[in-house]
């Protein structure tokens, strides 16, 4: 038995559905899922649905971006509750700093000679949470770059003319806000930022988890976050970040965390809620 703890659909930067992308789960046999699109909770009753008829266990949650010690960093939230209204309002809140995110940037392309209509990657993204990948996707479309790598090394990754950064709360309020909405907190891919460092203030402010399982972390990359997850006593958790089509090939089914981790997460959150 195995899940995956980090997809995303459509709701936030994903191509795929609720209903597809626990159709893909299913066909690969997986047993539990977790919904973590950035930004948002829209999609959380869909995919539960979804999951409900293909039989897979549902974990609703969402990817915050926030800020420790001057390191971006991406905390997982689990086990949320939907309609906790502090978190709603958070992510109502993270939502509008990225559509005027989107604003700026198309405005910076636009500065460079590059026709782009903002309301052509709004209509793309057709979401609360819009990204990057949204306007990467309407460069495609309109022929400027030939595909989304282009999009990113030519506009949009940091240091690139139309990136800028955006509102990140700290890294002790992201953790503070999931533990409100009844959930746990894991630091996503920890082996992209190459920030050790950091880890001991994370666990100092709650932190719940490590994602020691993951697309781009290889075995030895792996070993080393179980061994700092023993260390400190985390949760280990691991997924995909499928993000659908978006990165040439659907990521699911890359990374598969064995189910025992997911009943040690389920235990540790009764555990919080009984108290």
């Known amino acids: 038995m195995f ?3 980090h997809l995303h659909t459509n709701f936030s930067d994903g191509t795929y559905t609720p209903e597809e992308l626990a159709g893909h789960a299913h ?25 409900v008829t293909h039989g ?14 001057r390191q ?17 309002t ?20 636009n500065a ?45 990754k940091k240091g690139k003319p139309a990136w800028m950064p955006k509102y990140r709360m700290t890294a002790a309020e992201a953790i503070d806000l999931i533990h409100q909405a009844g959930g746990l907190a894991s630091l996503a891919h920890p082996g992209l930022y190459r920030a050790d460092h950091v880890i001991p203030g994370l666990v100092a402010a709650g932190m719940d988890g490590l994602e020691c399982f993951y697309t781009k972390h290889s075995t030895p990359i ?29 990521l699911i089914g890359s990374t598969k965390l064995p189910y025992q981790f997911v009943e040690l997460l389920k235990k540790r959150v009764a555990a919080r809620r009984a108290t």
């Open 112 to 156: 460079l000679g590059v026709k782009l209509d903002v309301q052509m990657v709004f209509d793309i993204a057709n979401c609360r949470a819009p990204g990057r990948p949204h306007i990467g996707r309407a460069l495609v479309q309109l022929g400027i770059c030939s595909g989304m790598d282009e999009a990113f090394d030519r506009f949009l």
């Open 56 to 69: 897979i266990e549902f974990v609703p949650g969402s990817e915050l971006t926030c800020e420790h010690e």
């Open 90 to 109: 958070a992510l109502a809140k993270f939502q509008e700093v990225r559509v005027n995110r989107i604003r700026e940037m198309v405005a910076r392309i």
């Open 222 to 250: 792996m070993e080393h976050y179980m061994l700092i997850a023993d260390k400190h006593r985390l949760l280990v958790t691991g997924g995909s970040d499928c993000h659908g089509m978006n990165k040439g090939q659907p």
């Open 27 to 51: 066909r690969l046999g997986f047993s539990a899922v977790a919904l973590t699109d950035h930004d948002t909770m829209e999609g959380c009753p869909r995919m539960a649905a979804a999951c």
């Open 72 to 88: 971006e960093l991406h905390i997982l939230g689990y086990f949320l509750d939907t309609a906790n209204e502090k978190l709603c």
């Open 3 to 5: 899940a995956d703890l």
